[in-house]
Protein backbone atom coordinates (compact mmCIF):
# COMPACT_ATOMS: atom_id res chain seq x y z
CA UNK A 1 0.00 0.00 0.00
CA UNK A 2 2.99 2.29 0.96
CA UNK A 3 4.68 1.79 -2.81
CA UNK A 4 1.17 2.18 -4.68
CA UNK A 5 0.80 5.76 -2.63
CA UNK A 6 4.33 6.48 -3.66
CA UNK A 7 3.84 5.72 -7.15
CA UNK A 8 0.31 7.37 -7.10
CA UNK A 9 1.87 10.69 -5.23
CA UNK A 10 4.81 10.61 -8.06
CA UNK A 11 2.88 10.43 -11.02
CA UNK A 12 0.43 12.95 -9.70
CA UNK A 13 3.53 15.36 -9.28
CA UNK A 14 5.28 14.23 -12.93
CA UNK A 15 1.66 15.58 -13.96
CA UNK A 16 1.87 18.80 -12.75
CA UNK A 17 5.06 19.73 -13.94
CA UNK A 18 4.11 18.65 -17.28
CA UNK A 19 0.69 20.27 -17.35
CA UNK A 20 2.82 23.34 -16.25
CA UNK A 21 4.93 22.79 -19.86
CA UNK A 22 2.15 24.05 -22.01
CA UNK A 23 1.51 27.30 -20.63
CA UNK A 24 5.21 27.90 -20.64
CA UNK A 25 5.89 26.53 -23.76
CA UNK A 26 2.79 29.01 -25.05
CA UNK A 27 3.89 31.85 -23.46
CA UNK A 28 7.62 31.56 -25.09
CA UNK A 29 7.13 30.18 -28.15
CA UNK A 30 6.55 34.10 -29.65
CA UNK A 31 9.90 34.84 -28.82
CA UNK A 32 11.53 31.69 -29.21
CA UNK A 33 11.29 29.16 -32.31
CA UNK A 34 9.34 26.16 -31.02
CA UNK A 35 11.49 23.84 -32.61
CA UNK A 36 14.94 25.65 -31.00
CA UNK A 37 13.19 25.71 -27.89
CA UNK A 38 12.65 22.09 -27.38
CA UNK A 39 16.54 21.18 -28.67
CA UNK A 40 17.94 24.03 -25.94
CA UNK A 41 15.61 21.83 -23.54
CA UNK A 42 17.72 18.98 -23.98
CA UNK A 43 20.88 20.70 -24.62
CA UNK A 44 20.54 21.47 -21.46
CA UNK A 45 18.82 18.49 -19.62
CA UNK A 46 21.23 15.87 -21.03
CA UNK A 47 24.65 17.28 -19.72
CA UNK A 48 22.84 17.05 -16.37
CA UNK A 49 21.51 13.47 -17.13
CA UNK A 50 25.00 12.19 -18.34
CA UNK A 51 26.47 13.99 -14.77
CA UNK A 52 24.22 12.38 -12.27
CA UNK A 53 25.17 8.87 -14.82
CA UNK A 54 28.66 9.45 -13.85
CA UNK A 55 28.39 9.88 -10.23
CA UNK A 56 26.72 6.96 -9.84
CA UNK A 57 29.03 4.74 -12.10
CA UNK A 58 26.50 3.58 -13.96
CA UNK A 59 28.37 3.32 -17.17
CA UNK A 60 26.82 0.04 -19.18
CA UNK A 61 27.68 -1.97 -22.34
CA UNK A 62 24.89 -1.95 -24.76
CA UNK A 63 24.23 -5.16 -27.24
CA UNK A 64 23.25 -3.70 -30.85
CA UNK A 65 19.85 -4.35 -30.82
CA UNK A 66 19.62 -2.16 -27.93
CA UNK A 67 21.76 0.73 -29.32
CA UNK A 68 19.02 0.48 -31.75
CA UNK A 69 15.86 0.35 -28.71
CA UNK A 70 17.70 3.66 -27.62
CA UNK A 71 17.42 5.18 -30.81
CA UNK A 72 13.87 4.40 -31.19
CA UNK A 73 13.41 6.03 -27.73
CA UNK A 74 15.31 9.48 -28.64
CA UNK A 75 13.47 10.00 -31.90
CA UNK A 76 10.20 9.04 -29.96
CA UNK A 77 10.53 10.67 -26.58
CA UNK A 78 12.88 13.41 -27.61
CA UNK A 79 13.40 14.80 -30.89
CA UNK A 80 10.05 13.87 -33.03
CA UNK A 81 7.66 14.16 -29.53
CA UNK A 82 8.89 17.55 -29.00
CA UNK A 83 9.11 19.07 -32.16
CA UNK A 84 5.57 17.79 -33.23
CA UNK A 85 4.12 18.94 -29.75
CA UNK A 86 5.69 22.52 -29.42
CA UNK A 87 4.97 23.39 -32.75
CA UNK A 88 1.32 21.79 -32.26
CA UNK A 89 1.43 24.25 -28.93
CA UNK A 90 2.11 27.30 -31.42
CA UNK A 91 -0.90 26.35 -33.80
CA UNK A 92 -3.25 25.68 -31.08
CA UNK A 93 -3.44 26.60 -27.97
CA UNK A 94 -2.12 25.29 -24.13
CA UNK A 95 -5.82 23.79 -23.22
CA UNK A 96 -6.21 22.34 -26.44
CA UNK A 97 -2.68 20.86 -26.97
CA UNK A 98 -3.10 19.31 -23.25
CA UNK A 99 -6.14 17.37 -24.29
CA UNK A 100 -5.02 16.18 -27.55
CA UNK A 101 -1.76 14.84 -26.10
CA UNK A 102 -3.63 12.96 -23.77
CA UNK A 103 -4.70 10.62 -26.44
CA UNK A 104 -1.60 8.52 -25.24
CA UNK A 105 -3.57 6.89 -22.71
CA UNK A 106 -5.67 5.21 -25.40
CA UNK A 107 -2.35 4.37 -27.62
CA UNK A 108 -0.79 2.98 -24.47
CA UNK A 109 -3.60 1.05 -23.47
CA UNK A 110 -4.08 -0.37 -26.81
CA UNK A 111 -0.27 -0.86 -27.57
CA UNK A 112 0.03 -2.21 -23.79
CA UNK A 113 -2.29 -5.18 -24.82
CA UNK A 114 -1.08 -6.15 -27.65
CA UNK A 115 2.73 -5.71 -27.54
CA UNK A 116 3.12 -6.25 -23.59
CA UNK A 117 0.52 -8.85 -23.33
CA UNK A 118 -1.49 -6.43 -20.47
CA UNK A 119 -4.69 -7.60 -19.01
CA UNK A 120 -6.91 -4.30 -19.78
CA UNK A 121 -10.28 -4.99 -18.22
CA UNK A 122 -13.28 -3.88 -18.34
CA UNK A 123 -13.02 -1.77 -15.17
CA UNK A 124 -9.85 -0.11 -15.94
CA UNK A 125 -11.04 0.60 -19.58
CA UNK A 126 -14.39 1.83 -18.34
CA UNK A 127 -11.98 4.09 -15.98
CA UNK A 128 -9.76 5.59 -19.07
CA UNK A 129 -12.79 6.03 -20.90
CA UNK A 130 -14.09 8.03 -17.86
CA UNK A 131 -11.10 10.46 -17.50
CA UNK A 132 -10.68 11.13 -21.07
CA UNK A 133 -14.50 12.13 -20.96
CA UNK A 134 -13.95 14.10 -18.14
CA UNK A 135 -10.83 15.85 -20.34
CA UNK A 136 -12.97 16.54 -22.95
CA UNK A 137 -15.88 18.33 -20.71
CA UNK A 138 -12.73 20.27 -19.30
CA UNK A 139 -11.36 21.44 -22.51
CA UNK A 140 -15.40 22.65 -24.11
CA UNK A 141 -16.09 24.34 -20.33
CA UNK A 142 -12.98 25.99 -21.23
CA UNK A 143 -14.17 27.62 -24.71
CA UNK A 144 -17.16 27.50 -24.39
CA UNK A 145 -17.94 30.94 -24.87
CA UNK A 146 -15.80 30.99 -28.15
CA UNK A 147 -16.23 30.24 -31.39
CA UNK A 148 -13.85 27.56 -33.38
CA UNK A 149 -12.09 29.16 -36.34
CA UNK A 150 -10.39 25.79 -37.92
CA UNK A 151 -8.37 27.51 -40.58
CA UNK A 152 -5.46 25.13 -41.63
CA UNK A 153 -3.10 26.33 -39.28
CA UNK A 154 -5.21 25.13 -36.31
CA UNK A 155 -5.97 21.90 -37.87
CA UNK A 156 -2.19 21.09 -38.79
CA UNK A 157 -1.29 21.81 -35.02
CA UNK A 158 -4.07 19.19 -33.45
CA UNK A 159 -2.78 16.53 -36.47
CA UNK A 160 0.84 17.10 -34.98
CA UNK A 161 0.04 17.11 -31.56
CA UNK A 162 -1.73 13.46 -32.22
CA UNK A 163 1.63 12.59 -33.67
CA UNK A 164 3.11 13.77 -30.53
CA UNK A 165 0.74 11.59 -28.50
CA UNK A 166 1.79 8.79 -30.67
CA UNK A 167 5.25 9.51 -30.26
CA UNK A 168 4.84 9.40 -25.90
CA UNK A 169 3.28 6.09 -26.06
CA UNK A 170 5.78 4.40 -28.55
CA UNK A 171 8.28 5.45 -26.15
CA UNK A 172 6.74 4.26 -22.90
CA UNK A 173 6.27 1.18 -24.25
CA UNK A 174 9.69 0.59 -25.81
CA UNK A 175 10.84 1.88 -22.35
CA UNK A 176 8.93 -0.40 -20.41
CA UNK A 177 11.18 -3.34 -22.19
CA UNK A 178 14.17 -1.84 -21.82
CA UNK A 179 13.69 -1.50 -17.86
CA UNK A 180 13.58 -5.04 -17.94
CA UNK A 181 18.04 -4.64 -18.58
CA UNK A 182 18.65 -1.47 -17.28
CA UNK A 183 17.75 1.24 -14.79
CA UNK A 184 15.51 4.29 -15.50
CA UNK A 185 18.40 6.81 -15.12
CA UNK A 186 20.42 4.61 -17.58
CA UNK A 187 17.28 4.40 -20.12
CA UNK A 188 16.54 8.25 -19.68
CA UNK A 189 19.79 9.56 -20.19
CA UNK A 190 20.72 7.71 -23.03
CA UNK A 191 17.06 7.96 -24.79
CA UNK A 192 18.49 12.21 -24.14
CA UNK A 193 21.71 11.74 -25.62
CA UNK A 194 20.42 10.09 -28.74
CA UNK A 195 17.14 12.40 -29.02
CA UNK A 196 19.57 15.83 -28.65
CA UNK A 197 21.58 13.78 -31.51
CA UNK A 198 19.06 13.52 -34.13
CA UNK A 199 17.75 16.96 -33.14
CA UNK A 200 20.94 18.96 -34.59
CA UNK A 201 19.52 18.52 -38.26
CA UNK A 202 16.43 20.42 -37.51
CA UNK A 203 18.30 23.56 -35.64
CA UNK A 204 22.22 23.30 -36.90
CA UNK A 205 21.76 25.98 -39.79
CA UNK A 206 20.83 28.93 -37.32
CA UNK A 207 21.04 27.70 -33.85
CA UNK A 208 23.78 30.13 -32.81
CA UNK A 209 21.89 33.49 -34.10
CA UNK A 210 18.75 31.99 -32.33
CA UNK A 211 20.26 31.66 -29.41
CA UNK A 212 21.24 34.64 -29.25
CA UNK A 213 18.14 36.34 -29.34
CA UNK A 214 16.65 34.25 -26.47
CA UNK A 215 15.30 36.89 -23.41
CA UNK A 216 16.05 35.93 -19.98
CA UNK A 217 12.06 34.58 -19.65
CA UNK A 218 13.07 32.77 -22.44
CA UNK A 219 15.46 30.94 -20.78
CA UNK A 220 13.37 30.71 -17.38
CA UNK A 221 11.32 28.90 -19.04
CA UNK A 222 14.40 26.55 -21.30
CA UNK A 223 15.84 25.91 -17.37
CA UNK A 224 11.65 24.78 -16.17
CA UNK A 225 11.22 22.38 -19.32
CA UNK A 226 14.81 21.16 -19.00
CA UNK A 227 15.19 20.43 -15.40
CA UNK A 228 11.42 19.85 -13.89
CA UNK A 229 9.57 18.29 -17.12
CA UNK A 230 12.96 16.60 -18.81
CA UNK A 231 14.81 15.76 -15.48
CA UNK A 232 12.56 15.26 -12.96
CA UNK A 233 9.64 14.30 -15.19
CA UNK A 234 11.32 11.53 -17.07
CA UNK A 235 12.77 9.90 -14.05
CA UNK A 236 9.67 9.63 -12.43
CA UNK A 237 7.57 8.76 -15.18
CA UNK A 238 9.97 5.51 -15.18
CA UNK A 239 10.46 5.23 -12.27
CA UNK A 240 6.86 4.35 -12.13
CA UNK A 241 6.49 2.35 -15.03
CA UNK A 242 9.18 -0.13 -13.48
CA UNK A 243 7.23 -0.41 -10.52
CA UNK A 244 3.50 -0.80 -12.12
CA UNK A 245 1.41 -1.87 -15.40
CA UNK A 246 1.93 0.74 -18.29
CA UNK A 247 -2.07 1.31 -18.82
CA UNK A 248 -2.40 1.62 -15.16
CA UNK A 249 0.29 4.69 -14.96
CA UNK A 250 -0.82 6.53 -17.77
CA UNK A 251 -3.88 6.91 -16.89
CA UNK A 252 -2.75 9.55 -14.25
CA UNK A 253 -1.70 11.72 -17.49
CA UNK A 254 -5.32 12.43 -17.99
CA UNK A 255 -4.55 14.94 -14.96
CA UNK A 256 -2.28 16.44 -16.87
CA UNK A 257 -4.96 19.13 -19.28
CA UNK A 258 -6.90 19.10 -16.08
CA UNK A 259 -3.67 21.00 -14.62
CA UNK A 260 -3.20 22.68 -17.37
CA UNK A 261 -6.81 24.54 -16.94
CA UNK A 262 -6.50 24.89 -13.27
CA UNK A 263 -3.25 26.97 -13.74
CA UNK A 264 -4.51 29.05 -16.39
CA UNK A 265 -7.62 30.03 -14.62
CA UNK A 266 -5.38 30.64 -11.11
CA UNK A 267 -3.91 32.98 -14.12
CA UNK A 268 -7.23 34.84 -14.70
CA UNK A 269 -9.96 32.44 -16.56
CA UNK A 270 -12.74 31.92 -14.96
CA UNK A 271 -14.35 28.95 -13.31
CA UNK A 272 -17.48 26.88 -14.50
CA UNK A 273 -19.52 24.17 -13.28
CA UNK A 274 -18.63 22.12 -16.40
CA UNK A 275 -15.51 22.40 -14.76
CA UNK A 276 -15.59 20.65 -11.95
CA UNK A 277 -17.64 18.25 -13.50
CA UNK A 278 -15.46 17.48 -15.60
CA UNK A 279 -12.29 17.40 -12.97
CA UNK A 280 -14.76 14.85 -10.81
CA UNK A 281 -15.16 12.45 -14.03
CA UNK A 282 -10.95 12.25 -14.56
CA UNK A 283 -10.34 11.78 -10.94
CA UNK A 284 -13.06 8.82 -10.66
CA UNK A 285 -11.59 7.86 -13.58
CA UNK A 286 -8.21 7.59 -12.15
CA UNK A 287 -9.39 5.81 -9.10
CA UNK A 288 -11.70 3.40 -10.68
CA UNK A 289 -8.19 2.17 -13.06
CA UNK A 290 -6.07 2.16 -9.88
CA UNK A 291 -8.42 0.26 -7.48
CA UNK A 292 -7.36 -3.35 -7.30
Not at 65 to 78: A, P
Not at 123 to 143: M, T, Y
Not at 273 to 292: C, D, E, M, R, W
Amino acid sequence: MKDDLFIAILLILVAFTWAGSFVVVKSVTGDIDPIDLGFLRFLVATPIMMFILALKRKIPSFSKKDIFFLSILGLTGVTFLYIFQFVGIDYTNAPTASVLINTNVIFIAIMSLFLLKERLTLKRFLGIIISFIGVIIIIFSNFQNEIFDINNAFFIGTIMVLISALCWATYSIVGKNMLKKYDELTVTTYAFIFGTIFYLPFVVSDLIPNIQKVTFDGWLAVLYLALFCSVFGYMGWYYALKKTEASRAAVFLNLIPLFTIAISIFLGEKLTLLFFIGAILIISGVYITQKN
